[in-house]
């Protein structure tokens, strides 16, 4: 079949439903500060509701923002060149993709570009369920046609190319943006090579734009992300940046990486940047530089992250697990989706029949803070659960795991050691499931 090329339609966007009345917080954001509320009244929380990296910066990125702590000018609006340079070289040695500096946009938070993505592209979003909390608002603000995509416990929850295909077939010159976001938030699955070869296959074969959102990649527990971008490098977007795998979330600053066919609509996003944010705080863009160039020392933060990650992620799981809870083992990030659609009839005898009721009195009984299934696109009857295991701290755990020798496993101390709230926490929703 003669190979078509990628849609580059620079019709502007449409009807814009710009009226947001009645719009809810993000579900991620609002959990935290409800947590901080009830703290503050003197209440225990395990706060498992917000997804933000225990780690601290590391040093040498820590150091670089201090040393560049006077630069105060305007950057240009696709970022420091420097960077752009770092950011393009960090996808070239990690996963061999070719993108160069004109490829890479800087951005205040991927989120933020995210949102710029979806304003200056007419077609419609597709999001394989469960989703990160923000894809489907930000499109609803702007007045973007939502497809949600459902997928299946059986399948760890990953999007198969079967559905993507049935998705594209009916009305083939449809244009749209697929979100594939792995290691996934709120997941913790990822996708193999060959699962990431067939849905490029797709992909191309209905010239669907896809947005690879792999914020969490260096969070792999093995170290062993696999880019999307290799194997559909001409209609591929990747999505990066600092606030998971360099712990700087409220650094804001996110990475679009384009591929050239794209190009016009990296442009298109610059331009609409230049009348909003303008540019990217330059403090941090000079430290970001550093970050992205990695080294030893970056290398050494990330595998005592990883390994601290995926020693605390499967206890939780088999903990879950034995109390009759319905939840795969991750295999990065720091996320749990445990469903425990197991245990309805014992939940409904004590009032609960939604997600969001499970949710509530598990925070109101037993202190922890998780959030429902619904907020990421699930069916609000279904009873399950996004939990981030990230209530510890994690610098004192780095510290803690440079003292045993990587050829050897955490000894099973550590965790209650290093990670009690987190472990304290699901001990808690155990006993509880059993009452």
Not at 1 to 28: C, E, F, H, I, Y
Not at 152 to 169: F, G, N, S, Y
Not at 230 to 237: M, N, V
Not at 342 to 351: K, Q, S, V, Y
Request: charged share 20%; aromatic share 10%; glycine share 8%.
């Amino acid at each position: 079949m003669k190979q078509r090329n990628l849609r580059t339609d620079r019709s502007p966007a449409v009807n814009l439903n710009l009226n947001v009345r009645g719009m809810r917080p993000s579900a991620t954001v609002a959990i935290n500060e409800h947590s901080n509320a009830l703290i503050a009244q003197g209440r225990e929380v395990f706060k498992l509701g917000l997804g933000q990296s225990p780690f601290p910066v590391p040093d040498a990125v820590t150091k670089e923002l201090q040393v560049n702590a006077f630069q105060k000018d305007y950057l240009p609006v696709k970022g420091l060149l420097v960077l752009r340079q770092a950011v393009a070289d960090y996808h070239r040695r990690t996963q061999g993709t070719p993108f160069s500096a004109d490829d890479v946009l800087i951005g205040p938070g991927s989120k933020e570009l995210m949102f710029l993505l979806q304003l200056v592209y007419y077609g419609d979003l597709v999001i394989p369920a469960p989703a990160w909390v923000s894809y489907a608002p930000q499109a609803r603000i702007i007045g973007r046609q939502v497809r949600f995509m459902s997928t299946r416990r059986e399948d760890q929850w990953k999007l198969m190319p079967a559905q993507l295909e049935a998705l594209c077939a009916p009305d083939p010159e449809r244009p749209r943006i697929v979100i594939l976001n792995y290691p996934s938030n709120p997941t913790g699955g990822t996708y193999s090579s060959a699962e990431l070869k067939e849905l490029a296959a797709v992909a191309r074969k209905y010239r669907v734009i896809l947005l690879s959102d792999e914020i969490y990649g260096e969070l792999h527990h093995k170290g062993q992300h696999v880019s999307l971008a290799r194997f559909y490098p001409e209609g591929t977007i990747v999505s990066a940046g600092l606030s998971k795998w360099c712990g700087a979330g409220g650094w804001r600053l996110g990475t679009f990486a384009f591929p050239h066919t794209l190009g016009w609509l990296r442009d298109a996003m610059a331009a609409v940047a230049s009348e909003t944010f303008t540019s990217t705080s330059a403090p941090i863009q000079y430290a970001a530089v550093r970050a992205f160039q990695g080294g030893l020392d970056i290398e050494r933060y990330l595998v005592h992250s990883r390994r601290i990650l995926k020693h605390l992620g499967r206890w939780c799981a088999k903990t879950l697990g034995e109390a009759g809870v319905q939840v795969a083992k991750p295999e990065g990030g720091f996320y749990l989706f445990p469903d425990f659609e197991p245990l309805r009839a014992r939940l409904e005898a004590r009032g609960i029949h939604s997600g969001a009721q499970l949710c509530l009195q598990m925070l109101d009984e037993v202190g922890v803070a998780m959030l429902p299934g619904e907020d990421f696109g699930r069916p609000a009857e279904e009873l399950t659960a996004r939990l981030a295991y990230v209530d510890f701290d994690g610098a004192k755990a780095l510290f803690a795991s440079t003292q045993v020798p990587l050829e050897e496993p955490l000894p099973d101390t550590f965790l209650d050691a290093q990670c009690y709230n987190c472990t304290e926490a699901i001990r808690r929703v155990a006993s509880w499931l059993g009452e």
